[in-house]
Structures are given as C-alpha cells and as structure tokens.
C-alpha cells in the first residue's frame, strides 16, 4: 500500500465497495435460475475464434494459446472516443506513452506485453493492416517504431477483437513477435445505430466531440453490406509546467485533431462453393500540436523585431489513409477450403511548420515567413495470399487439419522533401524542413510461405506445429516454427503451451527515415542507414530482428461458472533495433555535414546530435498473464459479471553490442542510460485491472479499476540524466447506461473517475526536460479525469 497514492487507494475501495454492496444486498434474492445475459454483455469466452488457428468453430477457452476477445460493448464502456485508448483501458497486457512529440503527437504507438510497437502484428479481418508512414523517433519505449495506427480504424465498424498473446510469426509473418491484434468488422445485414458523444477533462480542457453511424443491408438473399462513418474532434489540452519567461509552454499534451473515417464489410456468395467479399476502410486526420516556446532574446534580434514577444511554433499534419481487401473464398469438392485475396494499404502524412520563423531565410532575405510546408511521409503496402486447408482422417482422435499458403508483398516508403524556405540555411525554428537530401523513394518484395498443422493426438491431447520460411529482398531469409499443445486433464482444467521463434524484418522507414528534431537548446539529427554521414560513423545496416520463446499455462474451471487462466512466457529477441544514445563529437558534426544537413544558426553546435537506428541490444522479457471472468446472478437485481485480468512483466538487456570501431575510438557507445530506462523501466511491471458490469432491465453499470505500478525513465541529453519517476496508482472508471426503449440508449460516466495525476517533476528540472510537468510515459496519462456523455438510437 506504501506505492500508492492515498486518493488511489480510497477510490479503489470506494469503487469495489459499491459493487460489492449490490452483491450483498441480493445475496438472499439469488435463485439458481439463469439471468439471460443482455445483448450487451456476451460471453467472450465462448466466442468461436479466428486468430491462432486455422480450425473452424475453434472457441476462446478451449484455444491452446491465450486469447482475448473484446467486444463492442466492451469499448463502448470505456468511454473513449478512439480505438487505442479504448484497448489500454480493457487490455492490461498493452500499454502505450502518455503524449507524444513532433510527429510522434500525431500519430501515436501502443506496447504489447512491453516490447516495440513494431512487435505487435495488426490484422483486420485476418488480413495484415499497413503501417503508417510516421515513425516515433523521440525518446521512449516506442521510440524506433512506426506501427499501425490504431485511431484510424472506425469504431463502429467493429464487432469484436481477438488480442493473441503470443508469438505468432510461424503463422502470420513478421512483426507478430508480441502476438497479434486481430480486429473483426461488423458483418451484419440489418439494423444499425447512430451515436453522438460529448465530453471534456476535468479541468475544462480537452474537449471531444464524436459522432458514429452504423447500418447493415441485405445484398440479394444471401449477401451482406455493412457501412459505417464517423467523425469526431478532440481539442488541445496542456499540461506544460511554468517557463517563468514571457511564452507560457504548451507542449506537454493533447493536440488538436479533427478525424473522418469510414468502413464497409461485404460477403456475398455467388454460388455453393465460392463467396465474394471485400472490406476496407479509409481516414482522414487534420492534426496540431505544439512545440517549444521561443522566448525574446533566444534566436536571433531579428526575429525579436518580428516577435518581441517570443512565440510558439506549431507542427500540422494532414494525413490520408485508406485500405482495401477483395478475396474470394469457397470450397472444392467438399474437402479443400481455399481463401484468394489482395489486400492494397496507404498512409501520407504531409507536414507543416506555423506560427515561427525560418531566422537565416529572415536574416539574408528579410523573408518573414511563418507557415512552411515540410514535406512528407507516404508508405503503402500490397499483400496477396493464398490459404488452402483440409482435414485428414489419419487414424488419430480427429482428423489432422492441414493448412498451407503463400504471402507476396510489396511495400514502397517515400520521404518528400519540403518547400525550398523550408529548408534555406537551418530551416524555421521547431521544424526544419526535410531536404532534397533527405528525399527517398524506396521499395522492396517479400515472399512466404507456410505450413500449419493441428490435431488430437488423444481425446484429451491437442498438438499443433507451424513452419514458416520469409524472403525480404535487401534483408534475406528467415525461417520460424511454433509448436503448440493442450492437454484436458479434466472437463474443467487444462494445460496449454507453445514454443516458438519469431522475427521482425526492419521497416523501410527505419532504414531511411531522416529528420531534424530541435528543442529548448538543443538538435538531433537522424542519419539515415547508407547515408555518408551514417558510413562516417560506421553505422551498419539493420538485421531483423530474431526471437525465441516459451510459454506454459492453464485454463481451469474450479467452480462452476468461475473461468481462470494462466500463461508465464519468456520471450528472447536478439538484435532489438533502438535509436542509438545522442552523439556529441566532432565526428558526429561531420557527419551530419556529409550528409548536407545545416545546424540551426541559434544552437551552439556542441548541442547538436548525431543519431541511427542500430541492432544494439539483445533482452529477455519475462512475464505473467491471468485472467479470470465469473458471472454472479442476482435474482430481481439481475447479474455483475465480474472479469480480472493482471499481467506482470519485466524486460532485462542481455546484451549490448560493441558501438562500430570508429565510435569507440572516439569515446562514443551506442546505449546510454535513457535507452535502457526505456526499455526496462519506462512500462509498469504490473498492471492489473478489476472489473464488474452490473445488468438489470434497462440498467448496465461498467465500474473498473486499474492498478498500475512505479515507472522510472531517464532523460536528458548528455551526462548526469535526470530519473523521472511515476508513482503507482488505481485509476477508476465508471459508465453508467440506460436504455429508454429497444431503440434508445444513454451513457454518462467518467474515466479516471477520481482525478489521479501522475508524480509532478520539479520546476528545476522540467524547465531543462521540455517543460514537462510529469513524465510522458506515464501509462495512465497526463491529462487527470475525463467525462462524457453518450446517446445511441438503434434502428
């Protein structure tokens, strides 16, 4: 109890007593007779399943690899308005940075069971979901990644997701070393809803506002179309400490977005043995956030002249992105199920520097510019698979399910190069625009193929093994394999586990990506792999990323109605690719000029940094998950149908590679203190979350708490780094419904219900670390409460 905050530990007591007193107060009302449970609440246990096995009809309790199954209604209770938030609330194995920076404020990461972003497989429908274009490239746990987007997926078109967790990449390819997110659309042909949210934070900031629509029709007698849009805006917050100058900071916290989605789902059959179908979704994302504050005085007197008062540049973004999946599936003389599809993927993000000044472009030209366009990000994916399966009678319990495949993939990264006064002398304050130098058009094939194999060995003894074998062009060969078992001790407990060896292929944006990243005082330069500047510092080409791992676990039923489940998993990854630690030298300094960048005229060049990505670590993560759902009948007062899910998990380096020999020489190593804080302690080892929705009649009461433990990173730029802790907490959420009629339901309710607020950093040290007032890696956020209202008419 000492790590917690005393508000934390009283608003989980108050939160658990009020459900416990429902509990109490009906204790004698309870019948053995079965409550139906509402539309809104399913049994995610017996969910039939698509993810970690080729099988049909395969349920979440009887898989032989953990599985999670979130419904709707489950992200609906959360109260957020944008996918990703809403998985943190529900998910305790994934975590994800309070805020973030420069682009990385744009478009934000996620962490599953606490590795990279870029460990995480995102699927839609089973098929592989493109990456954005962005890359976080700024100091944390992500930092290196650029993932899939999760805010750009329609919440209204989704019916379930399917969280694996667990290695998959014999199964599904590279990226899948964490396990795999597997979002599944809405497929019905009838009815539908419209939604409207409002809400805001506590302290008035922060405002969102959503509006969702949904509806399903009937194509023929057989097929099926289901369409949705949404749209929702979301307002600056601010959580910056005091600068004590003129410009007040407003970088620590949310930008100002405006999104637009859209998604559709189809199936339709054209005969007995082939269906149609196609699904895909499309985004558009305005996007602003702040950066430093210039005060008077700081770049140049002419700049004084135009701001005499400072001011405070900001970073825009005007990104489109947009999917498409069209398949054909059937079955050949009633043995041979096969699946054709293509799957085309696409990102642009195009950037804007406003509100500043480029202070050479001022100088030489008396140009006072403020608004510049920087450039551009464009990455696209196109996937085309081929999955046939069969079932064989070969004298075992049940037939051995055979499934094979083949994947090709095309993936093209592009950078564009900004408008010429975006990049004359240093560029404008904040944001530098990217130079013809930085420009890159680059493009690469990859080819797999696998083989997935599942049966009864016994009636109690499951087994399944997958081979996989990847070709990357530029990056080579891979193989991996999985082995699977679960053995049913009884009808109400069994043992389950895999082993495994996983890989992640380096992204083409982390091959190329380059950037200029200025803040208070201070600039870091990416060289991208293969530049001059990167041979200058010996910087080698990325490998994958290669991994190995064990998990072992039970399901159990102990009494009835009380589901329980257990995995402790070891997962190795062998040249992890980070960023390298900030490097301060002369050769840093020729590096950068090799490569044609200019340091901002206003910094003194022994504050400028030289970084890459490096294969420069090998960890070992260790760790827990339980789960544990129970449906409590209540006779009158209807049902609580309590869920636990805790996870434990720690990451350890074991080793860290030799920096290139012309880094040595020079007294430079590729880690420092802030990239192992960031992958060791930045994520909390513990995180646990006790929930209970409460059904009866009209009424449905979410109440969850979440216990998140200590955090710790450093930051800095240079020696001695400052360690920023985040204190342990239970943060509280509440979502009160009720339904008028069969077609009209509101929820009101509140996330962080009491206000938590991580651990404040001291005034002397945030006014040297971005003006951050907490840590922005604080896994519960930055921004305190939030409440909203929400009115959804069904049809």
Request: glycine share 10%; aromatic share 8%; charged share 20%.
């Amino acid at each position: 109890m000492s790590n917690l905050s005393k508000k934390a530990a009283w608003s989980a007591g108050v939160s658990l007593s009020l459900m416990a007193l429902v509990s109490m107060t009906s204790a004698s009302a309870q019948t053995e007779a079965s409550v139906p449970a509402p539309a809104d609440v399913p049994e995610s246990g017996v969910t039939v399943i698509v993810t970690g096995t080729r099988e049909t009809g395969r349920k979440a309790r009887d898989s032989a690899t953990p599985i999670d199954v979130i419904t709707a209604a489950d992200l609906r209770a959360t109260g957020q308005t944008n996918l990703l938030d809403a998985l943190k609330n529900v998910l305790p194995s994934l975590n994800g940075p309070a805020v973030g920076y420069d682009v990385g404020a744009l478009a934000r990461t996620f962490q599953l069971r606490g590795l990279s972003p870029a460990h995480t497989l995102v699927l839609v429908n089973g098929k592989r979901r493109h990456l954005s274009a962005g890359l976080y490239a700024d100091s944390d746990p992500a930092q290196g990644a650029n993932a899939v987007d999760l805010d750009l997926i329609p919440l209204a078109a989704i019916d379930h997701i399917e969280v694996l967790r667990d290695g998959a990449a014999a199964q599904y390819g590279s990226d899948a070393i964490a396990g795999v997110i597997n979002i599944i659309l809405k497929s019905s042909g009838k009815g539908g809803s419209l939604s409207v949210l409002g809400g805001s934070y506590y302290k008035g900031d922060g405002a969102s506002g959503q509006i969702d629509v949904e509806a399903g029709v009937k194509l023929g007698q057989d097929g099926t179309l289901n369409v949705s849009a949404g749209y929702r805006h979301h307002d600056f917050s601010n959580r910056s400490g005091e600068t004590g100058d003129v410009q007040t900071a407003k970088v620590q916290g949310d930008p100002q977005s405006d999104v637009a989605t859209l998604g559709f789902n189809l199936v339709k059959p054209l005969n007995d043995a082939a269906t149609v179908y196609s699904f895909g979704t499309a985004a558009h994302r305005k996007a602003t956030a702040w950066e430093n504050p210039r005060q008077p005085g700081w770049v140049s007197d002419a700049t004084d002249l135009l701001y005499p008062n400072g001011f405070t540049p900001q970073e825009k973004v005007d990104e489109a992105d947009y999917s498409l999946t069209a398949g054909v599936r059937g079955q050949t003389g009633n043995a041979w199920n096969w699946d054709l599809s293509a799957t085309y993927g696409r990102d642009e993000e195009n950037l804007r520097n406003v509100k500043t000044v480029n202070p050479d472009l001022l100088a030489d030209t008396g140009n006072a510019q403020s608004d510049f366009y920087v450039g551009a990000f464009i990455s696209s994916e196109l996937t085309t698979n081929l999955d046939i399966k069969r079932a064989f009678n070969v004298g075992l319990a049940a037939p051995l399910n055979v499934a094979v495949g083949v994947e090709a993939r095309h993936e093209t990264y592009e950078i564009k190069a900004g408008e010429p006064n975006s990049y004359y002398g240093g560029g404008p304050s904040a944001f530098p625009g990217f130079r013809p130098s930085d420009a890159v058009k680059a493009e690469r094939d990859g080819l797999a193929s696998y083989v997935d194999l599942s049966t009864l060995v016994t009636p109690k003894w499951e087994l399944g093994l997958a081979v996989r074998a990847e070709h990357y062009d530029g990056v080579g060969d891979t193989q991996t394999g999985k082995l699977s078992t679960r053995y049913n001790l009884s009808p109400t407990f069994a043992l389950r586990g895999t082993l495994s060896s996983g890989f992640h292929a380096p992204t083409l944006a982390q091959q190329y990506y380059s950037a200029t990243t200025v803040t208070t005082g201070y600039a870091s330069i990416q060289l991208p792999l293969g530049s001059p500047g990167a041979a200058i510092l010996g910087a080698p080409d990325l490998k994958p990323e290669n991994s190995r791992s064990i998990s072992a676990g039970f399901v159990a039923e102990p009494v009835r109605g009380l589901h329980v489940s257990l995995d402790a998993y070891t997962i190795a990854v062998d040249d992890r690719i980070i960023e390298s630690a900030y490097l301060y030298d002369p050769l840093a300094l020729a590096a950068i000029e090799a490569n044609g960048s200019v340091v901002p005229s206003e910094l003194d060049p022994a504050n400028v940094a030289a970084v890459f990505f490096t294969n420069g670590v090998d960890t070992r993560t260790d760790g827990v998950d339980i789960t544990a759902d129970w449906r409590q009948q209540l006779g009158e007062l209807g049902a609580i149908k309590w869920t636990f899910a805790g996870s434990y998990n720690k990451t350890t380096i074991r080793a860290i590679h030799d920096a290139p020999a012309v880094l040595e020489a020079a007294g430079l190593g590729l880690v420092d203190a802030v990239q192992r804080s960031n992958l060791t302690t930045a994520t909390p080892q513990i995180k646990a979350s006790l929930a209970g929705v409460w059904t009866s009649r009209a009424w449905a009461v979410t109440l969850r708490n979440t216990y998140y433990s200590k955090t710790t990173q450093a930051q800095g730029y240079a020696e001695p780094y400052y360690k920023i802790a985040t204190k342990a907490a239970v943060i509280t959420d509440l979502d009160l419904g009720y339904r008028f009629n069969d077609g009209l339901r509101l929820n009101i309710g509140a996330s962080n219900l009491f206000n938590v607020y991580p651990t404040k950093i001291a005034p002397e040290i945030y006014q040297n670390l971005n003006y951050d007032k907490y840590s922005h890696v604080s896994p519960y956020g930055i921004n305190g409460g939030t409440y909203y209202a929400r009115l959804t008419a069904s049809f």
